[in-house]
């Protein structure tokens, strides 16, 4: 079963661009991992940077989490944060037509 992740980030006053420039530079070693299926970038209107993520098993989210990708990204953007990110992992619970009743 897929795994759904939201990482929301909240960056310092005046560096939301350099935050955002930050995780788009690493997308690509995301990308790359074994079981990703999404990992998109989106700038909230409360000032908050979210990625959206989607991964095949929660090994394959595990092994992100411990890899050098993530290591890259929390070195990149650990001076751009007011606060430590808020990550949420969740199990789908599909309804509806397939293509829409789940990420």
Known sequence: MSV?????????DGRAA???????????????????????IHDASDGTVTMIEKWSTPEELAAHMKGDAIRGIQAAVGQL??????????????AGRPEQGAL
């Open 4 to 12: 759904i992740v939201t990482a929301v980030f909240r960056p310092v």
């Open 18 to 40: 350099d935050l955002i420039s930050a995780l788009q530079g690493a997308i690509p070693a995301v990308h790359a991992e074994n079981g990703c299926l999404k990992y998109a």
């Open 81 to 94: 944060l007011a606060a430590p990110p808020v990550v949420t992992t969740m199990t789908p619970l599909p």
